[in-house]
């Protein structure tokens, strides 16, 4: 009896993640119902263009917004701009997956000796996750280089990465310490009884089970630093965002905002799809 | 010289006394098992004597070394004491092979191939040479347990703690790893055992020892435990094991 439910629960495990690992799931099994959502996504999405072509500003609109001589005209120099988004991006995120960590676990140091580096986390923590990153590009971006303290770099990308990598260190060190904390205790007793370290037991027992659990909400604060690299241009640097303000001015149109959209969404879908990609990879291991 | 000594051994969660002044000699070679009701303080015990808890007071000597001194390295001792859990406690994260091989490559500094080597004789030793590329999910809960006793032994421990290690299986379960601990004890392993399996217990102990709230209450050969015991307490918990069919 309890072997027959044993198989039911399995089956049914089974199904659900067969329908989990697809990435778009149409709710149902079989060719009809992938015919049932095609049917209704191009109604929908029939109905919501219909209403956006016949609005009485339409007109307007499209010559502003979605104008393709400027799309083209403007495009090249963005996507060069852009560039730079990715090269902040990629520096910053390089950056902070290391300090993100190393603040996450002073911040899961127990004992009274570490009490003062637990407050340093926690007092980091909260001071830049409160702060909006805007002010911290700012203050940092201007305040940073007047100092002029001996061989620290005064350029604004510079202190524009150092402000993103700050910010976003908080917030990912939380992600990775929630992580930390989701590992039952005696995964790290069962590695410590074998005469492992704590820190071995925390680098091959507890850290990578704590990483795989938090990969989504790693990637998503991910994509929001890619998206904040635009803030990098109010204290100087010419990245996509800068540009397209640049392209605007010039001729009038708000297209180049468009095409800035554009390649910034281009830059997050590859990140979410190699994040389900991971996920899937890591289930099928695992069982 | 014994293999392990327990010497007034206490120990607290908050107000709660689990442990209440334990004296326990373990010999060389010699299979000790322990029994008692739920909350006894079994569990505790075995703990203690692995320093994943500290004893609030009392001693405890491991082969003429007593853990409870001042400065002694933890992870050096533990390397000696191996234990297994009711719940397995495999890392999910790893095959089989790298459950058994990291402590040895990390902690012994075994090299790679050393380490697989001691592990595949060992898993074959159980009749898990087979799933070493297996992740623990795919296995059975009989065989995750069997690979965990591995996993202890690859240390070459001098003594095996093992805490109720088949209460969290199926019935049809256990057997397979009741059986490689009664390998372990014809080939002299020292062990520790808390069990709630009264028969095996009969069967595979030189003496067993009563756990009654936190002391020991009596202690004897299984024949004087199990058919002439000599405290109430003990008939009483005996009676009960009987009723439910477990003896």
């Known amino acids: 009896m309890a072997r027959r439910q044993g198989e039911r629960s399995r089956a049914r495990i089974a199904r659900i993640e067969s329908r989990r690992s697809k990435i778009l799931d149409f709710g149902g099994e079989g060719g009809r119902s992938v015919a049932v959502a095609i049917v209704s996504t191009l109604v929908f999405f029939g109905v919501v263009v219909l209403l956006v072509v016949n609005s009485a500003g339409w007109p307007e609109v499209k010559q502003s917004f979605f104008n393709r001589e400027v799309f083209e005209a403007s495009f090249p120099s963005i996507a060069d701009a852009f560039l730079l988004n990715v090269k902040i991006f990629l520096i910053a995120e390089a950056v902070i997956l290391v300090t993100a960590l190393a603040v996450a676990i002073l911040r899961s140091l127990s004992g009274p000796v570490f009490f003062p580096l637990r407050a340093l986390a926690v007092a980091y923590t909260d001071l830049f996750r409160g702060i909006p990153t805007i002010l911290v590009v700012y203050i940092l971006g201007f305040g940073a280089p007047a100092l002029q303290i001996q061989h620290v770099p005064t350029s604004p990308l510079f202190w524009g990465i150092t402000s993103l990598v700050l910010v976003y260190t908080a917030y990912v060190a939380e992600v990775y310490r929630a992580g930390i904390e989701s590992v039952h205790p005696s995964q790290e007793a069962a590695a410590r009884s074998l005469g492992l370290t704590r820190p071995q037991a925390l680098r091959h027992v507890v850290l990578p089970q704590a990483v795989r659990r938090v990969l989504p909400p790693l990637l998503n604060d991910f994509i929001g630093l890619q998206k904040d690299t635009a803030l990098v241009a109010l204290i100087g640097p010419v990245e996509a965002f800068r540009q397209s303000q640049i392209e605007v001015a010039g001729s009038f149109n708000y297209t180049p905002y468009l095409a800035t959209a554009l390649l910034f969404v281009l830059l997050t879908i590859p990140m979410a799809r190699l994040t389900d990609w991971l996920i899937a990879r890591d289930r099928r291991r695992q069982r | ?247």
């Open chain 2, 1 to 247: 010289m014994s293999a392990l000594e327990l010497h007034d051994v206490h120990k607290s969660f908050g107000k709660v006394e689990v442990l209440k002044g334990i004296d326990l000699e373990v010999a060389e070679h010699e299979v000790v098992c322990m029994i008692g009701a739920s909350g006894s303080g079994k569990s505790t015990l075995l703990r203690c004597v692995n320093l994943l808890e500290r004893v609030d007071r009392g001693r405890i000597v491991v082969g003429g070394e007593e853990l409870t001194a001042r400065g002694v390295n933890l992870n050096r001792v533990r390397r000696r004491i191996g234990i297994v859990f009711q719940a397995y406690n495999l890392f999910p994260h790893m095959s089989v092979l790298d459950n058994v091989t990291l402590a040895p490559r990390k902690a012994l500094k075994l090299s790679r191939s050393d380490a697989e080597e001691r592990a595949v004789e060992l898993l074959e030793r159980v009749g898990l040479g087979d799933r070493r590329d297996d992740y623990p999910d795919r296995l059975s809960g009989g065989q995750q347990q069997r690979v965990a006793i591995v996993r202890a032994l690859a240390m070459r421990p001098q003594l095996m703690l093992l805490d109720e290690v088949t209460s969290a299986l199926d019935p049809e379960l256990v057997a397979e790893v009741l059986n490689v601990i009664r390998e372990l004890a014809a080939a002299g392993m020292t062990m520790l055992i808390a069990t709630h399996e009264m028969s095996f217990a009969r069967d595979i102990a030189d003496r067993v020892v009563f756990l009654d709230e936190g002391v020991i209450l009596e202690q004897g050969t299984p024949e004087e435990i199990f058919t002439r015991p000599s405290e109430e307490r003990t008939r009483q918990f005996l009676q009960r094991i009987i009723e439910a069919g477990r003896l």
